[in-house]
């Protein structure tokens, strides 16, 4: 029963990177061709040479609420009523 469920997890795996590669390298062009604001946005970047690596939601302020909110819950856990 292993070896079957071994061979059909790599068979999962080689398909789901297929699927990453065909998004990434048919759907998302095709996509970027075929809508202007795309298009428009990717001109834009490459002509100003803007590192759109350094952009991340860390900056915000409602992202660090919710990271101090997400980080207190896994420390302090909710619990049931006292009895």
């Known amino acids: 029963m292993t ?3 071994t061979g059909l997890n790599w068979i999962l795996l080689v398909l789901g990177v297929a699927l990453m ?3 990434i390298f048919v759907a998302a062009p095709f996509v970027e061709n075929q809508v202007a604001g795309f298009k428009k946005l990717a001109v834009f970047i490459d002509a100003h040479d ?3 690596d350094a952009y991340s939601y860390t900056d915000s302020e409602l992202s660090a609420r919710a990271g101090i909110g997400a980080r207190s819950t896994m420390e302090y856990p909710p619990r049931g009523p006292n009895p």
């Open 21 to 23: 590669g065909i998004f």
């Open 3 to 5: 070896e079957k469920k």
């Open 50 to 52: 803007v590192n759109t």
